[in-house]
């Protein structure tokens, strides 16, 4: 997948905190009426009274030509017209910064920023983009703190023209200057230098890069000097080179030199770690197209160490499903007897997770030995997975050997209540019930499938025994509105609303719908209305606005006002 392009959306506004300021310390400098007259005009500027603001810059800078604060008076008085939309004035104002303060990297590399942004708020991108690139160019000035931003657009821009060394460089300058004082654009240029040396490889690049960024993750870490033997660094490679090698279908030459490039990179390296080396041969597979040498190579780094390791044996089979005569030659290999669950666990996991091999899954699932996995480990992973893939028996199987028998039964209860298997569902339930602490859970869930099941007054019965309000009277009244019972609904809602304060504006809202449902218009709207009255700060109340509006209905008025 391409790096995606600038397209101008990056909000041009500087964020909060992004303002230049002038220094306690150098307040503390000043005469005692120079200090009083920037205080006023920074006030101003606070209070966001941009035209008195210019003014009050403009009257310092002229009654203290001589003042060391009249640069940053100067980017404020411009920061004022600018916010002021006057950004040709503005752009006059910083010019004079540039002019006069060149070299002062705290004010002049402002005014390279912001005239920058004027030019980007007329919509002249081109011109933004020049005094951005001084920026670049300049070593204080593109670790000004406003710089970040300003270089990632400029990336980007480059990127538009198909200059994607700039852009790489670019972004390579935010990522560094800024990981540690802006970690948001700073990883973001980290991420767009990371795919543009991976999609256009440069492998010396990118390692460079781990080292002067202190890694490729979110936050700066510990690295190495030389990353060329530093494992976590391979690591975040190949996963970024799987990340971004996709590429369309005529695109083929790209994405054979993109492969045989890295699986060239790969060479002579890491000869004992597998994960590093399935890589490097999946890579040569993808630019020779040659599943022999594929098989070849793959057998040939299984050889290459000799000790019997059950788990290894599993990530080669993974590795060989669609090669049915490999994958029975390393199945063969293992000694189910030897072999921890967990890797049993994973080939079963590899053969239901290939088409067409279900039937393999389920030979694997009978050599797990159930008897001696806890019962948090049949609950997740093993049964969230077999739940994942609908097995219905294996669940049941899986269940049954719980330790704890009604915590197991619990788990098989709630995979029928998803599956809306109410026919086995119910009776389950019914056998959970007299545990205790199971109980409420057990009859809630049978309600649930009778009422899936359309077999409403066997539900309420459930619903009722499973004291589990106020959710168990909310589908009691789905119920009863399911045998039209009206009015039943309604009072049972009333009791919700009457007696469950944190969900009465709730109840009031299904009361207004029991009423839609059942065509009868006017207690609809007063209900409506009703749920305005009494629970103005609600999320449902204004719903209920929208709907009345919608309806060119009245607002006002009682609650049994006409519409």
């Given at each position: 997948?391409a ?7 990056h ?10 300021t002038?220094?306690d310390e150098?307040y503390?400098?000043l ?6 007259s920037l ?5 101003f500027?606070e ?5 008195q603001?210019?003014?009050a ?7 203290f030509?001589n003042s060391?604060a009249v640069?940053y ?6 920061r ?8 040709n004035a503005?752009?006059k ?6 002019d ?9 590399a402002?005014a ?7 030019h980007?708020?007329n919509?002249?991108?081109?011109k933004a983009?020049?005094f951005w ?6 070593e204080?000035?593109s ?5 970040a ?5 400029l990336a980007d ?7 994607a060394?700039r852009?790489?460089?670019t972004?390579r300058?935010?990522?560094v200057?800024?990981?540690?004082s802006n970690e948001?654009?700073?990883k973001?240029a980290?991420?767009?230098?990371v795919e543009?040396y991976?999609?256009?490889p440069?492998?010396e690049a990118?390692?460079a ?6 890694g490729?993750?979110?936050?700066p870490?510990k690295?190495?000097?030389?990353a ?7 690591d ?7 990340r ?19 699986a060239g990179a790969?060479?002579?390296?890491f000869?004992?770690?597998d ?5 490097r041969i ?8 040659d ?8 057998d ?17 089979i993974?590795l060989f499903?669609?090669q049915?005569a490999k ?5 063969q290999?293992l000694d189910f007897?030897?072999l ?6 994973e080939?079963?996991?590899a053969f ?6 279900e039937a393999?899954?389920?030979?694997v699932?009978?050599?797990?030995r159930?008897?001696e996995?806890g019962?948090?480990y049949k ?17 049941e199987?899986?269940?049954a050997t ?22 086995k ?7 959970l019930?007299?545990e ?9 869930r ?9 077999k409403?007054a066997?539900?309420?019965?459930a619903?009722?025994?499973s ?14 509105v399911?045998?039209k ?5 309604v ?6 609303e ?5 969900h009465?504006?709730e ?6 719908h029991?009423y839609?449902?059942?065509g009868?218009?006017?207690p609809?709207?007063a209900?409506?209305r009703e749920?305005?009255?009494?629970y103005?700060k609600s999320?449902q109340s ?7 509006e919608?309806?060119?209905v ?10």
């Amino acid at each position: 997948m391409a790096l995606a392009a600038w397209s101008g959306g990056h909000h041009a506004r500087v964020c909060a905190g992004e303002e230049v300021t002038f220094p306690d310390e150098a307040y503390k400098k000043l005469e005692t009426f120079e200090e009083h007259s920037l205080r006023k005009a920074d006030k101003f500027f606070e209070a966001k009274n941009y035209k008195q603001g210019a003014a009050a810059f403009e009257a310092f800078i002229t009654e203290f030509a001589n003042s060391k604060a009249v640069p940053y008076a100067l980017v404020q008085k411009g920061r004022c017209l600018e916010l002021d939309n006057k950004r040709n004035a503005a752009l006059k104002t910083y010019t004079e910064i540039l002019d006069y303060f060149p070299n002062d990297g705290r004010y002049a590399a402002a005014a390279l920023y912001f005239s920058g942004l004027c030019h980007w708020e007329n919509g002249d991108r081109e011109k933004a983009m020049t005094f951005w690139a001084r920026m670049a160019q300049d070593e204080n000035f593109s670790r000004h703190f406003l710089a970040a931003g300003a270089l990632n657009r400029l990336a980007d821009h480059y990127l538009s023209k198909d200059d994607a060394p700039r852009a790489a460089q670019t972004y390579r300058q935010v990522a560094v200057n800024f990981r540690k004082s802006n970690e948001r654009q700073a990883k973001e240029a980290l991420d767009k230098a990371v795919e543009l040396y991976v999609r256009k490889p440069d492998e010396e690049a990118l390692r460079a890069l781990y080292v002067e960024a202190q890694g490729f993750g979110a936050r700066p870490a510990k690295v190495e000097s030389d990353a060329a033997q530093d494992r976590s660094y391979w690591d975040q490679l190949r996963a970024a080179i799987r990340r971004h090698g996709a590429f369309e279908a005529a695109q083929a030459e790209l994405h054979d030199r993109y492969y045989r490039y890295w699986a060239g990179a790969f060479e002579g390296k890491f000869p004992n770690w597998d994960e590093f080396q399935i890589d490097r041969i999946d890579f040569a597979r993808e630019h020779d197209r040659d599943t022999a040498k594929w098989i070849e190579r793959l057998d040939a780094q299984f050889k290459s160490d000799a000790q019997d390791d059950g788990a290894r044996i599993v990530k080669w089979i993974a590795l060989f499903i669609g090669q049915d005569a490999k994958v029975e030659e390393y199945y063969q290999k293992l000694d189910f007897a030897k072999l921890k669950n967990e890797s049993i666990f994973e080939l079963m996991r590899a053969f239901f997770d290939a088409k067409g091999q279900e039937a393999r899954g389920r030979n694997v699932f009978e050599k797990l030995r159930l008897e001696e996995l806890g019962d948090d480990y049949k609950t997740n992973p093993l049964s969230a997975y077999l739940w994942s893939k609908k097995q219905d028996d294996l669940m049941e199987r899986l269940c049954a050997t719980f330790r704890n028998r009604p915590k197991g039964q619990a788990r098989l209860l709630e995979y029928y209540y998803h599956q809306r298997n109410a026919q086995k569902g119910v009776k389950l339930a019914d056998e959970l019930a007299p545990e205790a602490e199971y109980a409420g859970f057990a009859l809630f869930r049978k309600g649930e499938l009778l009422r899936f099941a359309g077999k409403h007054a066997e539900a309420i019965a459930a619903y009722r025994q499973s004291d589990s309000p106020p959710q168990s009277l909310f589908h009691i009244a789905e119920c009863l509105v399911a045998q039209k019972q009206v009015p039943q609904a309604v009072a049972q809602l009333r009791e919700v609303e009457n007696f469950f304060k944190d969900h009465a504006s709730e109840a009031l809202w299904r009361i207004a719908h029991v009423y839609k449902d059942a065509g009868e218009q006017k207690p609809y709207v007063a209900s409506l209305r009703e749920l305005m009255n009494k629970y103005p700060k609600s999320g449902q109340s204004a719903y209920a606005h929208d709907l009345l509006e919608k309806m060119n209905v009245k607002i006002g008025g009682g609650v049994n006002a006409n519409p």
